[in-house]
C-alpha cells in the first residue's frame, strides 16, 4: 500500500507532535499510577482479611486462613501480573494499545469492584487474579505506546515513571487513609472508580499511536503486524534473544531481582534498627484530633516509622524516574545502565555499615537509594526501543515485564531465603553481586553498539 505524505508548516507539525506527545502522556500516567496503586493497596486489606476471616471453604477442601494461605493467594494475583506481560505483548502488536490500555482498565477497576463485594476469600482470590490478569497487560500496551507514539520519547518516560512512582507511594497511604473512616469493602468500591473513568477516557482520547515510528530509531523497521501464528512467536521470540536485546534482557532480570530482593523484607530489617522504635501515636496527637480519627487514649496503638521510610523511599523514587528518563534523551542508555547499576552495587555494599551509624546516615543512603533504584527503569525501557524492532515492540516489552516481574519476582524469595539461613550482609553482598551484572552488560551492550 502507498503512503501519502502531507506536509505541514513547520509551526502546525510541532504543534501536531506536541499534542500527541502530551495525549498519549496523558494516558499512560494516569493508567500506570492506577496499576500501581491497585497493586500497592492489597498488603493494606491483607492485615484485614487476616482477622476478619477464618476459612478459605473451596466445597472439597476447607484451609485456614493464616499467612501462609493469604500468602499464596496473593501471590497468585502478583504472580499473573507478571506471567501476562508476554502474552499481553503479542496482543498488543497485533490490536494496538489503546484497545489493551482501556480494557486493562476495565478489568483492574471490575476487580476492586468485585473485591468491595467479596463475601469470602475465595471470590477475594478471584478478585485478585482478575486484578492481576487486566494488569499484566499494561505495561507492554503503555511502553509500546510511549516507544511508538511520543516523539521525546525519554522525557515521555520520565513522566510515565513519575506516575508510576506515585502510585506505588500513594497507593498504601491513600487505602490506610481511607480506612480510617470507612470498612475495607466501602474502601475497595471507591478505589475501583476511578479506573472505570480511566477507562472511558482512554476510549476516548485522541493521538496517533505510530506517529514517532522511524526505520532510523527503531530497529530497522517501520513494520507493524505484530504476530500472526505460534510459529511467527517462536521465530520472532528466538531473533529477539539472539541478537543484543538478550543482553538487555538480563539487564532487566537484575533490575527486577535487585528491586524485589531489597524492598520485600526492608521494613522488617529497618524494624530492629536505632531510631525505628515504635511511637505511641498518642503522643503525637491531640485528644482531639485522636477521638476524630476514632483513636482511644490508651490503646497503645503506635507508628511505625519503618514504614514510612519505606513509603518515603517509595516516593523520592519519582526524582529518580525523571532524571532516569531525561538522561536517556541526554547520554547513550548503554553508558547509563552500566553507571546506575555501579552506583547500585555501591549503595548495596554500603547498607549494612551505614544503618549502624543511626537514622540519619541511613536516611540520607534511603533517599540516594530510592533514586537509583528507579533510574535505571526509563533507561532500559529506552534501550528495549532502541534494540527492538517497531513491529514486535510489544513482545519485546512483554518479555521484559516477564523479566521485571516474573523473573524479578524470584528476588523476594531469594532475600528471604539468604536471611534465614545467613544475615543481612549476606543479602546485600548478594544484590550488589546482581547490580554489577547489570553494569558489566550495560557496558557490553555499549561495546557491541
Not at 502507498?2 to 507532535?17: G, I, Q, S, Y
Not at 503506635?302 to 541526554?330: C, E, H, M, N, W
Amino acid at each position: 500500500m502507498r503512503e501519502t505524505v502531507t506536509h505541514l508548516p513547520a509551526a502546525d507539525t510541532n504543534h501536531t507532535v506536541n499534542a500527541n506527545d502530551r495525549a498519549i502522556t496523558a494516558l499512560v500516567m494516569l493508567a500506570h499510577g492506577l496499576v500501581h496503586t491497585y497493586e500497592m493497596a492489597v498488603p493494606i486489606f491483607v492485615v484485614i482479611w487476616l482477622t476478619e476471616f477464618d476459612l478459605i471453604n473451596l466445597g472439597i477442601a476447607q484451609f485456614n486462613v493464616t499467612t501462609a494461605t493469604v500468602g499464596v493467594i496473593v501471590t497468585l494475583g502478583y504472580g499473573l501480573f507478571g506471567a501476562g506481560a508476554l502474552p499481553g505483548g503479542i496482543v498488543v502488536d497485533r490490536i494496538g494499545s489503546r484497545r489493551l490500555i482501556t480494557g486493562c482498565l476495565l478489568g483492574m477497576g471490575g476487580s476492586y469492584i468485585l473485591l468491595g463485594l467479596a463475601p469470602s476469600m475465595v471470590v477475594i482470590a478471584l478478585a485478585l487474579v482478575l486484578w492481576g490478569l487486566s494488569a499484566s497487560v499494561y505495561h507492554p500496551a503503555g511502553l509500546s505506546l510511549i516507544s511508538k507514539g511520543v516523539e521525546q520519547r525519554g522525557t515521555g518516560l520520565a513522566y510515565h515513571g513519575v506516575a508510576g512512582n506515585l502510585g506505588i507511594g500513594l497507593g498504601p497511604l491513600v487505602a490506610a487513609v481511607l480506612l480510617l473512616v470507612a470498612e475495607w469493602r466501602t474502601v475497595a468500591l471507591v478505589l475501583g472508580v476511578p479506573a472505570l473513568l480511566a477507562a472511558v477516557y482512554a476510549s476516548q482520547a485522541s493521538f496517533d499511536e505510530t506517529a514517532a515510528v522511524t526505520a532510523a530509531t527503531d530497529g530497522g523497521s517501520k513494520a507493524s503486524s505484530g504476530i500472526d501464528s505460534l510459529g511467527e512467536f517462536l521465530t520472532e521470540s528466538k531473533h529477539l534473544l539472539t541478537g543484543s536485546f538478550l543482553l538487555v534482557f538480563v539487564v532487566v532480570m537484575c533490575s527486577g531481582l535487585y528491586y524485589r530482593g531489597v524492598l520485600t523484607f526492608l521494613p522488617e530489617l529497618l524494624r530492629g534498627l536505632p531510631g525505628f522504635e515504635p511511637i505511641p501515636i498518642e503522643t503525637l496527637l491531640p485528644p482531639g484530633v485522636l477521638s476524630a480519627l476514632g483513636i482511644e487514649v490508651g490503646t497503645g496503638q503506635t507508628l511505625k516509622p519503618q514504614d514510612y521510610f519505606y513509603a518515603g523511599l517509595l516516593l523520592i523514587g519519582v526524582l529518580g524516574q525523571y532524571a532516569g528518563g531525561k538522561l536517556s534523551d541526554r547520554i547513550p542508555v548503554e553508558y547509563g545502565i552500566a553507571g546506575s547499576f555501579l552506583v547500585l552495587a555501591v549503595l548495596a555494599v554500603l547498607f549494612v555499615p551505614v544503618s549502624a551509624m543511626g537514622f540519619g546516615p541511613l536516611a540520607v543512603l534511603g533517599a540516594l537509594l530510592g533514586i537509583a533504584l528507579f533510574v535505571v527503569q526509563p533507561m532500559y525501557q529506552a534501550a528495549v526501543a532502541e534494540y527492538t524492532p517497531a513491529g514486535t515492540r510489544g513482545l519485546s516489552y512483554g518479555f521484559t515485564y516477564l523479566g521485571v516481574f516474573g523473573v524479578g519476582a524470584l528476588g523476594g524469595g531469594l532475600a528471604g531465603s539468604i536471611l534465614a539461613f545467613a544475615n543481612a550482609t549476606a543479602l546485600f553482598g548478594t544484590l550488589a553481586g546482581i547490580a554489577l551484572v547489570a553494569a558489566v552488560t550495560g557496558v557490553a551492550l555499549a561495546r557491541r553498539k
